[in-house]
C-alpha cells in the first residue's frame, strides 16, 4: 500500500526526526498529552511517570517528593517535608525555631512577610521571588 499522507503521532508517542517511519514510546518519566508532537516532555519535579507511553504526569502525594522525570517519587527523609500545596518543588527544610532559608535554585520556603504571605521561589541565580513586603 501507498502512502497518500503522513500521521499524527498518538498520545505517549512522538516522532522527532524528518522522514520518521514510526513514532517513539515515551519512556517512563516523561509523557506527551498531544497528538503530532515532536518530543516527549520530561515530567516536572514533583510529579512521576510511571510506565512507558504516558500521557500524563501524576503529583507526588504529600511527604514524598521527585526530581525532574522522575518514574517514581520517594519519601522525604527524617527532617524534610513536602507539602502538595506548594506546587512541584514543595521540599522544605525545617530548623527549629528559625525560618525557613533556601539556597537551592528552584527552592520553595516561606517568605518570611508574616502570617499568610506565601510562598518564595529562589531562582537560579539566588534571587527570591514572591511576595514583597508592603510600605506604609
Known amino acids: 500500500m501507498l ?20 513514532c517513539e514510546i ?55 517535608f513536602a507539602d502538595r500545596e506548594l506546587g512541584p518543588v514543595g521540599v522544605r527544610l525545617v530548623l527549629r525555631g528559625v525560618r525557613q532559608r533556601h539556597t537551592e535554585p528552584g527552592a520553595v520556603g516561606n517568605s518570611g512577610l508574616g502570617r499568610g504571605a506565601g510562598p518564595v521561589r529562589v531562582g537560579a541565580r539566588g534571587r527570591r521571588h514572591g511576595p514583597r513586603p508592603v510600605r506604609l
Open 3 to 22: 502512502a497518500t499522507e503522513c500521521t499524527l503521532c498518538q498520545l505517549g508517542r512522538s516522532a522527532g526526526e524528518v522522514g520518521a517511519v514510526s
Open 26 to 80: 515515551c519512556e517512563a518519566g516523561s509523557y506527551s498529552a498531544h497528538l503530532g508532537q515532536s518530543s516527549c516532555l520530561a515530567c516536572p519535579s514533583g510529579t512521576f511517570s510511571g510506565q512507558e507511553a504516558s500521557v500524563a504526569c501524576f503529583d507526588c502525594d504529600a511527604g514524598r517528593w521527585s526530581h525532574a522525570a522522575a518514574t517514581a517519587c520517594e519519601d522525604c527523609d527524617v527532617g524534610k
